[in-house]
């Protein structure tokens, strides 16, 4: 009888969502094995990731209250009153910060292995409009808690936003809200966190699976091994192992590095010292700091802010603007520009923690 | 009224305004130009409290500020500036005279000047000696501020530094054969601390006790009214105490007896008791009442000071290990205020009350306790909770690298070949 | 034939108790446990019940992450403030004999409006909102 029921459920759904034919596509997908293929594991750990965040984001809306009298509060009732609710926000919290590290070792991999090049430049596109959106998440999830740091963080940010030339006012306060950081701002913040930037991002990464499947993996220039494994279930497990060693890593985490709470943000106290944005921020805000106040006639900062927006703009093009690697040939002018980026951001990013009075 | 003296009311009406514009100030034009201690006075000026207030050079020294010419300026009615031994009169001709006070700032109090001569200061300045302080010493010249203001000399955390320019002032205070010790005394109390760090401005300074104008060193009886100002409850309960009538008898100065008067530090447990370093047994040997209270309110207090101190290492414990507390937290915090209400029963002296107040805060400290070995409890479960984890996710990774080498073999022994696609 | 078995059963079991670990915190925080009733949102608290106090007489409760006190007066009206003194922040007490609320660590004194009477505290206490609910009184932030 139980023998029975297996096969005959199976035809049931086989008949309806014809999981034969998926089945049999499937089995044909492979993946490229060598000398550089544990880059292509990058990709995979950031959308386990991405799912571990959507799992606990979505647990996390069980006991937030997206109100300035009651949000601080409501993440003290979750850290302290709800059975394993440490774990569910230090994992979120955790997780978003590993994540967007994972994605930019993703971005400058498929860079450096130049997986840009034609015919995956919307892959590329995608993926970076996904880092944009993703640091977006950081952004508003990071003002929820309503503490202290967040508060200021969120004001300092916007603050730059708002300096942009021309649109720079406007821009602020459809982002605030309002006119400052208000209750406005968070329930606007807590729309970005929980409806507007998932749906871009399921757009976006449905859009860069799917150009993942239909294209295959990219290899890099040059190389001559033709070994290919089958993704399922070959590449699935190393996967999987990978998956399994970054659950360790976040369960330590978050067992011995809880994430914070942080006193409750009051507007009337003046900016702490020393107020900085998250990490992957600092490189930008590092830059603008040591930015001179005026440069030629210019505005330093403004310069700075249009030079980052230029720069994020060629970065986005860079598969059309990198010609060679579209003919399959080596471009090394390419390949420095991003070593220097890449440093550029460590070397920022490191400075904002070890220089003293920045 | 006639129509004439309505267009001369008219005219100077409309003119007034241009007056005070072309208001000329030869005083501050030609001080202007000189150096120095001389300069000093026209530079000052313009932050005085008198020129906010619309006043100027001549109101209080006199002369003619219209005419250039220095010998027509100073005319008869120049007053040019008073001698020390006349400042406190000159300028109590206006903030002694109510009257012309009210013009200004009817808030104001006009009895300085009579405080003044009441007080040392003002006695020593009567008998004689020009270097007694006066008004300016303390208020500065010509660039008073109200002492609401923080730049101001008589702005509560500035008036120590103002008495001890002299005060701290060996070579001032040697013909007087007073001591220079109060302002370092001072700085190392709790009141200093509680002003300058915590910037608390209801903490006392050298005014608060000893008087504004009327400043006088309080009288051994006076003492005790002078810290009851604030601090009524302990007052009260030493009031109550046996110590007040023995101190009264003795002829001693109640709190200052303990706590000192200028180099008051803060109170801790350790004042009372039996030990060597203990007020108590300054007075009260061995086999006395007191001995024996004081040894008594030691151990109380010790016992539950440390209680305390365990409870909060607790919670400072769990806190490190990731477990949130500030629930906790919240109740310690009111056995905090229970600890003060204990220590400060002990000036009442009343062992029964002590023992009170003191079970009480032990049984807050129970719960806090209990939390706090909750929150440890919690923490080890943690601990334990990610192991098992760690070891299901383990034995998950070795059976997936088994499964991967197992089918890498597979592969590569049964087909041989190399990509599908 | 075995030893492939033994592996796939290994990681089938492995998978199927990893999924289960994973699954009981999940579990636990889904569903509402007895102790945290109503959730943080400690918008509106019950301060006591109705009758617990009698008159001239007052309650130290917890109001968000800091005490609060609940007065009856002697007229038997029922008033709430923020338990904190603004001076050094030790917990006010209410003093009986003349219905002012004070402060033992440097007696500062506030009247049942919260204004301060005297002593070293410089700024007044907040006062909550209190209602009576059936057998429940609570206090909530004003405004």
Known sequence: MAAKIGPSLWKFLDDRFMLSALIAFGKKKTVPEHRRSFWYFFGGICLFLTAIQIATGAMLLLYYTPHIDAAHESVQFIMSGVKFGWLIRSVHSWTANLLIGLLFIHMFSTFFLKAYRRPRELTWITGFLLLVLFMAFGFSGYLLPWNELSYFATRVGTDIAGSLPIIGHWLKTVILGGPEVGQATLSRFFWFHVALLPLAALVLIGIHILLVQTLGMSKPIGERSTKEIPFFPDFLYKDALGWTLILVIIGVLCVFLPWEIGPKADPLVSTPLGIKPEWYFTFMFTTLKLVPAHVLSFEGEKLAILAFMTGGLLWLLVPFLDRRAALEKRSPVFTWAGVALALYIVILTVMTYTVPKL | ?421 | MKRRNFVDIFLGGSLLATIAAFMYPVVRYVLPSRSAAGGGVQKNVVAAKAGELPPNSAKIFKFGSSPAILVNTAEGQLVALSGVCTHLTCTVRFDTETGTLFCPCHNGRFDLGGNVLSGPPPRPLEIFAVETSGADIIVSRKG
Not at chain 2, 120 to 131: E, F, S, V, Y
Not at chain 2, 306 to 311: L, N
Request: hydrophobic residues 35%; positive net charge.
């Open chain 2, 1 to 421: 009224m006639n129509i004439r003296a309505i267009r001369l009311f008219a005219a100077a009406a409309l003119f007034a305004p241009l007056l005070a514009f072309g208001q000329k100030n030869s005083c501050i034009e030609c001080h202007n130009k000189l150096d120095d201690e001389l300069k000093a006075p026209a530079v000052g000026l313009a932050a005085d409290i008198h020129a906010q207030a619309g006043l100027s050079c001549k109101d209080c020294h006199g002369g003619d500020p219209s005419q250039d010419d220095v010998d027509k300026a100073k005319d008869k009615s120049f007053k040019g500036s008073p001698k020390r031994k006349d400042i406190p009169q000159f300028c109590g001709g206006c903030h002694a005279d109510a009257a012309a006070m009210r013009a200004f700032n009817p808030g104001l109090r006009t009895d300085q000047l009579s405080q003044y001569w009441t007080s040392r200061h003002g006695q020593l300045l009567k008998a004689g000696d020009t270097k007694a302080a006066v008004c300016t010493d303390c208020h500065g010249v010509h660039g008073i501020q109200t002492a609401k203001f923080p730049k101001s000399l008589t702005f509560p955390w500035n008036i120590p530094q103002t008495c001890g320019r002299c005060h701290a002032d060996k070579a001032t205070m040697e013909p007087y054969k007073l001591p220079t010790s109060q302002l370092e005394d001072y700085k190392a109390s709790v009141h200093a601390r509680a002003l300058y760090d915590k910037k608390d401005l209801s903490a006392p300074v050298c005014n608060d006790c000893h008087g504004n104008h009327g400043a006088f060193p309080p009288s051994v009886s006076s003492v005790a009214s002078v810290c009851r100002q604030c601090h009524p409850s302990t007052g009260d309960l030493f009031t109550k105490s046996p110590h007040k009538k023995a101190f009264d008898d003795m002829g001693a100065g109640e709190c200052e007896v303990c706590h000192g008067n200028h180099k008051i530090l803060p109170p801790s447990t350790a004042m009372i008791g039996t030990d060597q370093g203990a007020t108590c047994v300054q007075c009260h040997d061995k086999g006395s009442t007191g001995f024996e209270t004081a040894a008594e309110f030691r151990r109380e207090l010790d016992g539950f000071e440390s209680g305390f101190r365990t409870a909060e290492g607790l919670l400072t414990q769990a806190k490190r290990k990731g477990v949130e507390v500030s629930d906790v937290e919240f109740r310690l915090q009111d056995v905090n205020t229970l600890i003060v209400t204990a220590r400060n029963l002990t000036h009442g002296l009343d062992r029964a009350e002590v023992a009170k107040a003191v079970t009480d805060g032990e049984k807050a400290l129970v719960e806090v306790r209990a939390a706090g070995e909750k929150a440890l409890d919690e923490a080890k479960f943690r601990r334990r909770g990610l192991a098992v984890t760690t070891a299901l996710l383990a034995l998950f990774g070795v059976a997936l690298a088994l499964k991967i080498r197992h089918m890498t073999r597979a592969r590569g022994a049964g087909e041989g070949r190399g990509s599908h696609s």
